[in-house]
Structures are given as C-alpha cells and as structure tokens.
C-alpha cells in the first residue's frame, strides 16, 4: 500500500519512497499550481480566489523530497517552482528547499563548495534565516566539515536556544566523535523543551549506557553513574509510552549490563544530588519485567495481530536475537 504524501518523507522507506515519486507526474496534474487567479485584479483575486488548504503544500513538500531520493528532478523541480509560484522566491523554507535540490544535483565536491557559498551569501543578509542555517550544517555535516558544523550548530543555538531539533542534531555530531558527556548535555537540552518525549528519553538512556560501557572498562564510579542514569530515562520512557519497543529493549541491555557489572564499581554514597543504581533484586525485577514485554511484543507483531503491525521490522529482528541470546545462555 503506498503510503500518503501527507505523512514526513523522512519516515518513508527507500521503497515507498519511490512509489511515491514515481507518482509525480499524476500528482502534480491533479493538483492546483497555485492559490492565484491568473488575470484577476488583486481584490477579484481575495474575494473569489477558492478555499486554501495547507495539504496541497504539505504534499508538494513531500513530493519534492520523495522525488530528490530517487533522482526525479524534473518533478521536484516542479514542486518547487510552485511552492515559490505560491509564497514567494525570497521565504526561507523556499529557498532551503531549492538549496537542497542543488545540493542533490551536485556530482562533486566544487559543486557542493558552490552551494555552501550561496548558503554563506543568504546568512550574510539574514543571519536568522533558521532554514538555511539547517541545511548549510547538514551540508557540512555530509562534506566531513564537522568542527564547522559543530560552529554552525552553537551559533544556530545562541540565538534560538529553544529548537529541540538543533540540540538533537548537536547531541548527533558530538556522540560521532565519541563526546558523551556533551551528547548528553545537549539531549537533556531537549528534554527540557519537549519532557515527555519517550523517544527522547530512551536515546539519552543508549548515550549514558554507551558513556557507562566505555568509561574506564566499565569499572569505576563515572561507569556507575551513567549506568544508574540509563536505567532512570528507560524506565521513564516506558512509563510515558507502555508499548515502546525500543525501551524495553534498553531496559533489558542495562540492567544486564548493572547485573554483570555491579560487582566491580566502587561502594555508592548516596549524596541525593545523582540517581543512585537501585537494589540487585529491584534490577533483577526490571529485567524480567524486559524480557516479559519484548516476548509480547516479537510474538504478537510475528502473529499479526491488529494493533501490533506499527514496529520496525528491523528493531522486531533485533528484539528476537536479543532474547534468543538469553534463551542459548540459559541452556548452556
């Protein structure tokens, strides 16, 4: 079934991608070119200009993005001449819109350094165009820039300080160069803006478990905390979202890690300040508690049952091993 142009073309597979894509020329027939009346004077044009709807846009937008992954650019080029046929060639989404299919049709690095000159242009008149501030540090990101990209984000971040989607991609950059206590940092940054993101929560718990995996062999008090932090934010996740896979997945891989781990960390003092590991029999609890869901979880979505087909078939697969390799430890 493919999937609607009304859903993020983030979200989509590189099949449904081009499922989409290769509807292009259907699509873009069927809907209106712009919100103008051609030859209208402008009051004809506000009084009897037809009713609006914000999904045509969303759909262009889409459509583009679907079209630049397969390499249609003749139809998102489409798409974007009547984005800019709609609101304009100076809006900032616009013009990051055709920077990004600028930066597809490059076919090297000369013309990739072009585009960031004209990303670096733009920034010089309208340093808060946020769009192209985003797409310059994702070009920059992708050239192997990332000290200038790191640059790009804390100047992005210095006058938007409350743009979750920064911070995250922060945190992103800096757990690429093995950075986990500023990973860390900048995804509490999110947490801040949006605390009830489940998501959120479960990603910081993977960067402490890693920090806590990495510090020092797993061995001293820096591996403790962290450790202790992971288990905090995967049960908070849980708790905000009961049936989230990728939660209970990392509940099940830190609590197995404090279990083997716990014998070698110094003797805790509980100062209040930090959230301390909590009793072997209360992470053992936790622990079977994993175990139990992602059972539930693996079977139901394997039976096909209604309400369980939402799952990364990817993340379902991992799951399955996961517990596979606790079973074949078991009999051993």
């Known amino acids: 079934m493919t999937p609607s142009l ?10 449904e ?22 030859g209208a004077s402008t009051l004809q044009s506000l009084l009897f200009a037809p009713v609006e709807k914000a999904e045509v846009w969303i759909t262009y937008e889409n459509l583009l993005l679907s079209c630049l992954r397969t390499g249609d650019f003749e139809s ?19 013009l990051a819109l055709e920077g990004l299919i600028r930066e597809a049709q490059a076919t090297d690095d000369k013309g990739l350094q072009a585009v960031l000159k004209s990303y670096d ?58 950075l986990y206590g500023q990973a860390v940092y900048a995804l509490e940054e999110v947490l801040v803006l949006s605390p009830n993101a489940w998501n959120v929560h479960a990603r910081l718990g993977e960067v402490e478990y890693m920090a806590a995996a990495t510090s020092a062999g797993g061995s001293d008090a820096a591996s403790q905390k962290y450790a202790a932090e992971s288990l905090k934010r995967f049960c908070r996740s849980i708790e905000l979202c009961d049936d989230y896979l990728r939660g209970y997945y990392g509940l099940k891989v830190v609590t197995s890690y404090i279990l083997k781990s716990g014998g070698k960390w110094p003797k805790q003092t509980n100062t209040g300040e930090d959230f301390a590991v909590p009793e072997t029999a209360t ?5 079977q508690l994993a175990t139990e869901k992602l059972s539930v979880i693996v079977r139901r979505y394997t039976a096909k049952e209604p309400h369980w087909s939402g799952y990364d078939e ?19």
């Open 6 to 15: 009304l859903h993020p073309a983030g979200h989509l597979s590189a099949v």
């Open 17 to 38: 991608a081009l499922a989409l894509s290769q509807q292009a020329p259907a699509v873009l027939k069927s809907l209106p070119s712009s919100g103008k009346t051609s």
């Open 76 to 94: 998102a080029q489409e798409c974007v001449q009547r984005l800019t046929d709609r609101f304009g060639d100076d809006t900032d989404r616009v």
């Open 121 to 178: 242009d733009i920034l010089a008149t309208d340093d808060a165009n946020v769009p192209i501030h985003k797409r310059r540090i994702a070009l920059l990101r992708s050239m192997g820039k990332i000290p200038e990209a790191v640059t790009g984000l804390l100047a992005l971040l210095d006058f938007s300080p409350t743009d979750a989607e920064a911070w995250s991609e922060l945190a992103d950059v800096y757990l690429e160069q093995g």
């Open 283 to 287: 992470v053992q609890r936790l622990a």
């Open 314 to 332: 990817a993340e379902i697969v991992a799951a399955r091993e996961l517990l596979s390799e606790e079973t074949s430890s078991v009999v051993r």
